[in-house]
């Protein structure tokens, strides 16, 4: 996949007499099964020499327009874009956005990025995309401005998982409320794939190997943390040196309140089942699957390491 760093950049790449092309519109933080079905629509979409494209935004415009109101985004734009990829399109184009773009009429908008710039002959968008000046424009405005340009426009339906009394919508939103509140098995069924903590691992007070049970310390380049507790994990390593290694994993995420005073700062600490090795300085990408239990203070060393052992054996079968 091809990336540019703007739809200007994009077109310049293009040149006169290219082919059109099939553009996916959105934030896409998460990729999760909504966004995939959007996406999955763009590419069918392509006709003869046509490219599917993925239009995105960072920062993420939140962050201009109502920066207290910003969320906590999913993941860091790398691992976005490596995500946009696996999907199979041909381009991203990750459009910055900044108060001059967002300035742009929604019919600006339209004219000159995704006709002039992007070369689109077909749009793909969510029912509640908005774009332009003070989110003026709708889907009924690009359908509108689709027949006038030769644009077609396509609307994805929501996409849900699960029953028709339990299903849930996949949005990113949603998402970010289920991992925050711990319960990543349902993040996992929107996503269509674990939520993942990814870091360096960094020296830790090495507590986890004076009781038998080492920890991988990590600090997450990612904004949206999970509720403090334990969880069962799969740690991959993504360093270059071991990348696709798997282990199971139990995750620890919290202020460790058997050794650490009141008010700690949040750790996150992996136990690697069957693993023996160094890690400092190397990056982990923690997939955590479920949440087995709130983090809790033991009156005693010897009652952490039983309850340790515990969580390691649960581990091993959920993840076996």
């Not at 077909?122 to 029912?127: E, F, K, R």
């Not at 989110?135 to 509108?144: F, H, N, P, Y």
Request: glycine share 8%; hydrophobic share 45%; proline share 6%.
């Amino acid at each position: 996949m091809k990336i540019f760093q703007s739809a200007a950049a994009f077109a310049a790449a293009r040149g006169r007499g290219a082919p059109p092309t099939s553009v996916a519109i959105g934030t896409f933080d998460g990729v999760h099964l909504g966004h995939q079905a959007l996406l999955a629509e763009a590419r069918r979409a392509v006709r003869g020499q046509a490219q599917s494209v993925a239009l995105t935004f960072y920062p993420h415009p939140a962050r201009v327009l109502a920066p207290a109101k910003a969320p906590p985004l999913i993941m860091p734009l790398e691992r976005r874009l490596a995500l946009l990829a696996d999907t199979g399109m041909d381009v991203t184009v990750v459009h910055p956005f900044t108060h001059e773009f967002s300035t742009l009429s929604a019919d600006e908008f339209i004219r000159d990025v995704l006709v002039r710039d992007l070369g689109a002959s077909s749009v793909v968008v969510g029912p509640d995309f908005r774009f332009g000046r003070g989110r003026a424009g709708d889907v009924q405005l690009l359908e509108t401005l689709g027949r006038e340009l030769s644009l077609s426009v396509s609307v994805i339906a929501p996409v849900t998982v699960g029953t028709t009394a339990d299903g849930q919508r996949c949005s990113s939103t949603r998402i970010r409320q289920l991992v925050e509140a711990g319960d990543v098995r349902a993040a996992r069924w929107l996503l269509g794939r674990p939520f993942e903590l990814e870091g360096p691992v960094v020296q830790g007070a090495a507590r986890g190997r004076d009781i038998g049970f080492p920890t991988a310390n990590v600090v997450p380049d990612t904004e949206l943390r999970p509720a403090v507790g334990i969880y069962a994990a799969r740690a991959v390593s993504i360093d270059g040196r071991a990348t696709g290694t798997t282990h199971p994993a139990a995750v620890s995420i919290g202020r460790n309140p058997t050794f650490e005073a009141q008010g700690a700062p949040v750790t996150v600490e992996a136990h690697l089942l069957d693993f023996a090795g160094d890690l400092y300085g190397r990056r982990l990408r923690l997939e955590l699957w479920e949440r087995l239990r709130d983090e809790q203070k033991f009156e005693s060393v010897e009652a952490l390491v039983a309850q340790i052992a515990a969580d390691v054996a649960r581990v091993r079968e959920l993840m076996s």
